[in-house]
């Protein structure tokens, strides 16, 4: 049994992680640190976890509480685990961090289970990737067989209004997005160097165009990747290199129709849909933002950090309706 401590734990992403967390046979709670909401019960914040019973604990009840062998998962904005997690794996602890803090830093394994799994087995460090990003690399990561024929990518996704945090602005209130799809962070949106930066991992160096868009939904995403060829692979082969990657991943499914949101909100699944159209390699990829693109990706990772089956507290099912 592992003791996890969550650092801004009022966001929705750690709300995630305390929802799955609370079920998790190998993991316990322990210290659910936050600024705004020290003090108050948890059910007062998050009502559907009022069975947890526990209450919100001040900044700084992490480094009190922790000892050698506990995990904690940042759920903070930027700024906070930089200054904190790297003295808190020295002490022995996993760290798992949300936020864009060590996502570009050599200290920090990055962590796409389904790419970097062998190193996040000995990381005491793991910089959880962004939603955009994650969906953006499941999506086009088995193309790199034909990186060097790849001359544009182009990336359509929507994202549900949860992806912008729960501080209150202006952008999320009802009466701004709802009816409407906003396309935002055209000239330079903060995951671009993130999804840039995979991409390249993988091989694909081809320019990327990225459009993000909110959408009138809690959570969710979906993604329409294309890879742009001068001549198109067939897509028989395609799909044999799709397969090959995914089909022994326990949360990455290829589907014969397009993703459904709904298949895969609330989950830590990831819905592929593949085709060739044209001179272009069409991908559409399904995930909720919150869960695969945020906490339950972490939760993944953290299984693996600590020699957990990986799949360990993680099977939850979508709603049928």
Not at 66 to 89: C, E, H, K, N, T
Not at 184 to 208: D, F, Q
């Amino acid at each position: 049994m592992t003791r996890l401590h969550i650092v801004g734990a009022s966001g929705y992403a750690a709300g995630e992680v305390i929802r799955f967390a609370a079920k998790h046979p190998r993991l316990e709670l322990g210290a659910l640190e936050s600024e705004s909401a020290a003090g108050r019960p948890l059910g007062e914040i998050f009502p559907a976890l009022r069975r947890v019973g526990r209450t919100f604990d001040a900044p700084g009840a992490v480094e009190r509480s922790m000892q050698p062998g506990d995990a904690v998962i940042f759920g903070a904005g930027s700024g906070v685990a930089l200054s904190r997690a790297p003295q808190m794996a020295e002490r022995g602890v996993k760290v798992v961090d949300l936020s864009s803090d060590f996502r570009h830093d050599p200290s920090a394994v990055y962590g796409a289970p389904e790419r970097h799994r062998a190193e996040i087995v000995h990381a005491r460090l793991v910089a959880n990737p962004g939603c955009y990003p994650t969906a953006t690399a499941l999506a086009l990561a088995p193309l790199a067989l034909w990186a060097d024929e790849i001359v544009q990518v182009v990336v359509d996704a929507k994202s549900g209004v949860s992806g912008a945090g729960r501080t209150p602005k202006t952008s999320s209130l009802f009466c701004e997005i709802d009816g409407e799809v906003i396309a935002y962070g055209l000239e330079g949106h903060r995951h671009l160097p993130e999804m840039t930066a995979e991409l390249r991992a993988c091989g694909i160096t081809a320019p990327l165009l990225f459009t993000p868009q909110v959408v009138p939904l809690k959570r969710g995403m979906l993604v329409n990747a294309y890879a742009v060829f001068a001549q198109a692979p067939a897509e028989e082969e395609i799909l044999e290199a799709f397969h090959a990657m995914y089909e022994r991943e326990p949360f990455v499914h290829l589907v014969t129709n397009a993703p459904s949101l709904g298949s895969v909100l609330g989950t830590n699944d990831a819905e592929l849909h593949v085709s060739v159209a044209g001179n272009a390699v069409r991908v559409i990829c399904a995930i909720d933002n919150l869960g695969k693109g945020a906490a339950t990706q972490a939760l993944q990772s953290l299984n693996i950090m600590l020699g957990y089956p990986e799949e360990e507290g993680l099977d939850a099912r979508a709603l049928i309706a």
